[in-house]
């Protein structure tokens, strides 16, 4: 049982007043100091917690001056907001008190102190520094306590006087064993920081400046976070490491060389150049520093480090070829064009749901984020199966799900997610009263029309396809049933085959039914552009159904494209309605549907032409899928409608994920053009790297289905103003070369060249550009002609630019 | 949560006399299990340094914390150096071939191997071809003249640390060898890869390897390419990089994958977890072998019929404990799983090495069955013919079952990883309740 705490003690706790309890407890025995401790952590447990504070250093004097052990003192300097606030402890009366208590664990509690907290607050660290000085021991070489003599140092008006002061020398090498030790490092205050006494103090004793260049050294060897070894390398640079101390540490720089971290390995090259002018330098380190500086990817380094070589050639004839020879890269591997690449086919969808249970279970996954039209498509045909089979079941199988208002249902949701809830609900919902179905009665002349709204949304995107169905479903399902839907595909990417269509049309003939208006367009649309064969053909011709007739005709006239041009638009300064900054310029694309468009094709076949950039939302991945899902015969369309997401990533260097969409496109069919040679400009300069790895995908997959050369032009012309950075397109075009396409590659170069060349000033990447497509050229044999190259190749210097046009020319002009 | 106790003899150090590895843990106090000569420093150096700073890295949401130190094993003919990055996403090992080690065969073993900061500056400052000499462990001289350099650490040990090591053994037995390619292609494809988190996957292409955005049939998935970068080091000495992985296939969801370069003497190899902020523990690799009497029993014969060797002969095996391969197969799963085996993807066999710590309750302690238990415990799961139902918090769940077996559940969960991480814990307590599931004596 805790005994009371002294009257005078609690006054003192409860009118803050660290004054009033010191004077009490002086006036304690040993023995009853140690009898009121647990009383008084039990007495301020309510205060502490108190986010208002005030209370902690009253509190903390009490425990300082109470407590029977160093244990039992630190869990109670950590409570509540004692842990943060230490600081506020006077610092003078504690000193005192625990003077006058002679405790022999001073010691240990300077320790415990200082090993488990972060002593920045300067009035914490004296304190324990205090404690420390009280118990006679040194100052505890600990992480936390180095922090809190920097943060001391940093605190007085003269560091560099402070840092000498006291016996904190053995501090100093804490600096370079803990690893984040450095952030102290890169604070200046004024330009009177640690950093500045610290480099006084090495100038002023050699041991010091020797151990400092070691330590930094050492933690640069030893690697971690950018963050924490960049203050290291500011070290070196301003301690200005003399040729002599660089040439006894070799061994060390050459180490710090293949670092991970570019600025070290810049670091370690400027230094052991400094070396080698000053003569320290052996020429057999020299090669081996090249050695491991030619296989970085930093080009900066390697364009030093070749210049330095060939300046050391020159210095030392005996030495000469070695050190030429060592500069030989490892030539370019030769592109090897390979046979083009087999198109897999595209995998079947998945067989049917069969029950209530598993479409609970796919619904669940829908639910959890697997939106692809494989799970979508499957839950939507077993569903309106099993609804005119077994509705109860499906609605008790179903239900669960709804429970959660946060999965579906959310006032947020837009589109056709919210469709899929509204027709989840419908399906669950029981059987209506007479009054309601009256009341729908009504509802159901202004309602059909209201079912088309979403087509005319400005917003709109093939996505409103599903949003349609969705709709489609909830409002016939329960008055109008069909027993199957005809639009789900057979394939995963969207396609349905012709023959498979003409069994559901012929079962819905002899069943006395009609699919659903919007559920039948959608089949028409998602027939491949394969001819079916006659077969299919001479039935179709039997069907007698409206809806057979419309299949017929597409069978006969095949799909139906709209004309896609593309046109420039202009920014001129102007903002997005988020008050981002608009393009320039940018190219986008326009639409125009086919004459005799049915409603579908009218609204997601035309595209307006808007004189500024427009901006578009967030295209997550999964819906790219739907859009290919819903036109997967259109891949022209559905390039055209992912077309601002994906210039608006390319010029805002923003991460999006429209990127994965060109893969997909691959293999969808249906002609191309300004559309989808745009979406690959802007998919090839996206800045994010998992969207180029998809852009090289796309490069291969798409074979010959793509004007190249049309793509090319595209690229120069929207590179050349510098709306987009050229140097990322060309990684994605020497990946591709790289991986066969290499026909493909050369003429995209080559369209892309004349733009490019005509810009006063070339552009970053270009000389990238003009190398790879020479190697292309070499690899093909081919004989061309680039406009503006001569004039390029003709100009003097010795740029890599130039030599780069010199190549090519000679390369298209068949000499070696 | 428990702790891992170190107590070192001396601080490991690196000095004129040679390489000096202290040891704690395991059958002795200070164990000592090999010393000799190993024939190429730099390389054994440079593999021992990736080791050690796997076990100190968390790739995933980063913040130091506590690491746990290496485990070195001496098996037969090689060593072994194991560790697990701290957000138990990387598994590392090193193997010193018999071809890179030249003195007394290594005792056997498993231990806790002390590589400090002093000791890592100075690995890296290695240089030269002589040979090196190596001594892992103190000798009995050097114990007994103690002068009071003891180190001592108590690091907390994470259950997670423990399960991924044991996840890390089902999930290597699936894997195959899908490319190989040579060290300068290999530099070439490591300098290019993008540090993007997200998942990329890898296919053979021509001399080299190439990435692709959607996975194909003979694909390796890398997600995170930054947890790569401890195999740079020793590229230089590299002769080859092989790539493995499970089978995958259009549609897989991301996948584990190892990655081995390999040296005349010493091979190195990283095993990655799906995605970077997946780690190994919460696999559920496990989960799926869980096993009848039958395998803990005979789990328990062939563990005393195991003799430390590097690599386990099924054949021999099936000789001495007269049982038929596939359940010597399950068993050593079964062992794996309690820390008492690896598995070496390079090989494809098992190798004895029994974890210093105790990892016999990682399988009892996985959350997913503790909650499993829980719910059966509470009365929750009412199993009927075709299905079972489960009620857990407010929301009742549907497992199905066919033929007695769950395949699937109506859980968020599930929905999301759709076995890709094992049964989820509602399909565990319908399989307990159903009789299905025995305790695991490990």
Known sequence: ?816 | MSVASYAYARPSALSDGGLDLQTSGGQAANPRFFEGFVTTPQPVALGLLAVADVARTRYYQPTSRASLDPVVTGSRDMLRFESFSGCCGVYARMDVLPAGLDGRTPDHGTTNVDVNNPLRLSLSRISGLDPLHLAVGPDELAVSTMDGTLVERKVPLPGRWLRGFAEVAVIAAGMEPRASIGAAEAADFLRRLPNDRKALWVVPAGRSLRLTSRPVAGAVCVSGGARLATLRGLLRHATSLTVFGPPAGPGSPPLSSAWLLETPTVRLLLTLSPEISRGFSGEGAVLTQLADDQTADDADLVSAMLAWDPVIDVDGLTAACNLPPERVRAALTLLGTAGRVGFDVTEGAYFHRVMPFGTDAAARLNPRLAGARALVDAGAVRPFADRAEVVSGETTYQVRLVDGRPVGCTCQWWGKYRGGRGPCKHQLAALISVGALEEVAA
Not at chain 1, 484 to 490: E, G
Not at chain 1, 495 to 524: K, N, S, T, Y
Not at chain 1, 755 to 762: D, E, F, Q, V, Y
Request: with cysteine; charged share 25%.
């Open chain 1, 1 to 816: 049982m805790t005994k009371e705490l002294p009257a005078e003690l609690a006054r003192a706790i409860d009118k803050r007043s660290p004054e009033l309890a010191y004077a009490y407890l002086m006036t304690l025995s040993e023995k009853e100091r140690k009898a009121a401790f647990p009383a008084a952590v039990a007495y301020t447990r309510e205060e502490l917690s108190d986010w208002r504070g005030g209370y902690e250093a009253v509190a903390g004097l009490v425990f300082l001056g109470c407590a029977p052990t160093a244990k039992r003192a630190m869990p109670a300097l950590n409570r509540g907001g004692l842990r943060w606030r230490r600081g506020s402890i006077p610092r003078q009366l504690a000193l005192d008190l625990l003077a006058a208590r002679d405790l022999p664990w001073l010691g240990e509690l300077a320790s415990l102190w200082s090993t488990r907290s972060d002593l920045s607050n300067v009035a914490e660290w004296q304190l324990v520094d205090g404690i420390a000085g009280l118990a006679g021991i040194e100052p505890p070489v600990t992480a936390g306590f180095t922090r809190g003599w920097i943060a001391w140092v940093r605190a007085q008006p003269d560091p560099a006087e402070a840092i000498t002061t006291g016996p904190y020398a053995a501090l100093l090498p804490m600096l370079f064993e803990d690893d984040t030790m450095g952030r102290e490092l890169e604070f200046t205050f004024h330009g009177k920081g640690f950093n500045t006494a610290l480099l006084r103090l090495a100038e002023d004793d050699p041991e010091v400046r020797a151990m400092l260049v070691d330590g930094c050294l050492a933690r640069l060897l030893r690697g971690g976070r950018p963050g924490d070894l960049r203050p290291f390398v500011a070290l070196h640079d301003e301690l200005k490491v003399t040729p002599a101390e660089i040439g006894a540490r070799t061994a060390d720089y050459l180490g710090l060389a293949d670092a991970t971290l570019g600025t070290v390995a810049g670091l370690a090259q400027r230094s052991l150049r400094h070396a080698h002018e000053a003569g320290l330098l052996e020429t057999d380190t020299l090669l081996e520093l090249t050695a491991i500086i030619l296989r970085r990817k930093e080009k900066g380094l390697i364009k030093t480090q070749i210049t330095w070589v060939r300046t050391a050639a020159k210095r030392h004839p005996d030495r000469r070829t070695e050190l030429l020879a060592s500069l030989d890269l490892p030539a370019e591997p030769d592109l090897l064009p390979s046979a083009p690449l087999i198109a897999l086919p595209v995998p079947e969808m998945p067989p049917p749901l069969a029950s209530p249970a598993e479409i609970a279970e796919e619904l669940t996954a829908i639910l959890g984020g697997d939106r692809s039209i494989v799970s979508l498509e499957r839950v939507l045909a077993a569903i309106v199966e099993q609804y005119t089979r077994d509705h109860r079941a499906l609605a008790d199988a179903v239900s669960p799900l709804l429970t959660d208002r946060h999965r579906l249902g959310h006032e947020r949701a837009r589109g056709y997610w919210a469709a899929l809830g509204r027709m989840l609900c419908d399906v669950v919902r029981p059987p209506e009263s007479r009054s309601m179905w009256l009341k729908e009665a009504f509802a159901d002349l202004r309602a059909d029309h209201a079912l088309a709204r979403p087509l005319a949304d400005p917003e709109r995107s093939p996505s409103v396809l599903l949003e349609i169905r969705l709709a489609t479903i909830e409002r016939y399902l329960r008055r109008s049933p069909v027993p199957r839907l005809v639009a789900t595909p057979t394939h995963r990417n969207g396609h349905l085959d012709a023959e498979v269509l003409l069994g559901r049309l012929e079962q819905a003939e002899r069943e006395g039914w009609q699919p659903w208006r919007i559920d039948l367009d959608q089949a028409l649309l998602r027939l491949p552009r394969t001819d079916p064969g006659d077969g299919v053909r001479r039935r179709a011709e039997r069907l007698a159904s409206p809806a057979g007739q419309a299949f017929t005709a597409v069978l006969h006239n095949g799909h139906a494209d709209p004309l896609v041009t593309a046109y420039a638009q202009e920014g001129g300064g102007g903002r997005y309605p988020w008050y981002g900054l608009l393009p320039d310029r940018r190219v986008a694309v326009t639409m125009e549907p086919p004459a005799k468009a049915n409603a579908v094709e009218a609204a997601l076949f035309k595209l307006r032409r808007d004189k500024k950039p427009q901006g578009s939302p967030w295209v997550p991945g999964s819906t790219t899928q739907i859009w290919t899902g819903a036109l997967p015969s259109h891949r022209e369309v559905v390039a055209a409608w992912a077309l601002p997401s994906l210039a608006m990533a390319a010029e805002r260097n923003t991460g999006s994920e429209t990127g994965q969409i060109l893969p997909l496109l691959a293999e969808n069919h249906g002609p191309t053009g300004p559309a989808t040679q745009l979406a690959l400009v802007y998919g090839m300069c996206a800045p994010e790297a998992t969207d180029r790895v998809a852009a090289v995908d796309a490069l291969l997959a798409f074979g010959s289905g793509v004007d190249w050369r049309a793509t090319g032009r595209h690229l120069g012309d929207c590179a050349a103003p510098g709306s987009l950075v050229l140097s990322r397109a060309a990684g994605v075009l020497r990946d591709a070369a790289e991986a066969g396409a290499v026909e493909t590659v050369w003429a995209i170069c080559v369209g892309a060249l004349p733009a490019l060349l005509s810009t006063p000033k070339p552009r970053v990447g270009t000389t990238d550009i003009l190398q790879l497509a020479e190697r292309c050229t070499r690899t093909l044999s081919r004989r061309d002609h680039v406009d503006g190259l001569a004039e390029v190749a003709d100009r003097g210097g010795g740029s890599q630019f130039v030599s780069a046009a010199r190549g090519l020319r000679d390369a298209l002009a068949g000499l070696p």
